[in-house]
């Protein structure tokens, strides 16, 4: 075998390797968020939320989100309760918020 094929074959295997090698992406995973906006930014990326516990993902504290599109916070203002889906995957992306009736004084 000359040495070009064979230096090409090495080559080939090499990448085959690497490719098989590299880091896959991880599975996305969506929890479900309750908590109060405090802040949307102007351009509708973010939104902060000062949100409840996430059972087995974090303890409750007020964080900046992502969030998947403007469409998101639609009819949400800062003060807002809400409640919504939260995927885990490349980040934190708030995929759905809904707002959530003002509880009611008695």
Same mark, same amino acid.
């Given at each position: 075998?000359?040495?070009?094929?064979?230096?090409?074959?090495?080559?080939?295997?090499?990448?085959?390797?690497?490719?098989?090698?590299?880091?896959?992406?991880?599975?996305?995973?969506?929890?479900?968020?309750?908590?109060?906006?405090?802040?949307? $930014?102007?351009?509708?990326?973010?939104? &902060?939320? =000062?949100?409840?516990? !996430?059972?087995? #993902?974090? /303890?409750?504290?007020?964080? +900046?989100?992502?969030?998947?599109?403007?469409?998101?916070?639609?009819?949400?203002?800062?003060?807002? $309760?809400?409640?919504?889906?939260?995927? &885990?995957? =490349?980040?934190?992306? !708030?995929?759905? #918020?809904? /707002?959530?009736?003002?509880? +009611?004084?008695?």
């Amino acid at each position: 075998m000359s040495n070009l094929l064979r230096t090409g074959l090495s080559g080939l295997a090499l990448c085959a390797i690497l490719v098989g090698c590299a880091p896959q992406p991880k599975a996305a995973h969506e929890y479900d968020i309750v908590g109060k906006v405090t802040a949307i $930014a102007a351009d509708k990326s973010t939104a &902060t939320i =000062d949100h409840e516990a !996430i059972p087995g #993902l974090m /303890k409750g504290m007020e964080m +900046k989100f992502r969030l998947a599109n403007p469409e998101v916070v639609k009819g949400i203002e800062p003060g807002d $309760a809400v409640t919504g889906k939260l995927r &885990t995957q =490349d980040g934190f992306t !708030i995929v759905s #918020l809904v /707002k959530t009736p003002a509880e +009611k004084s008695k």
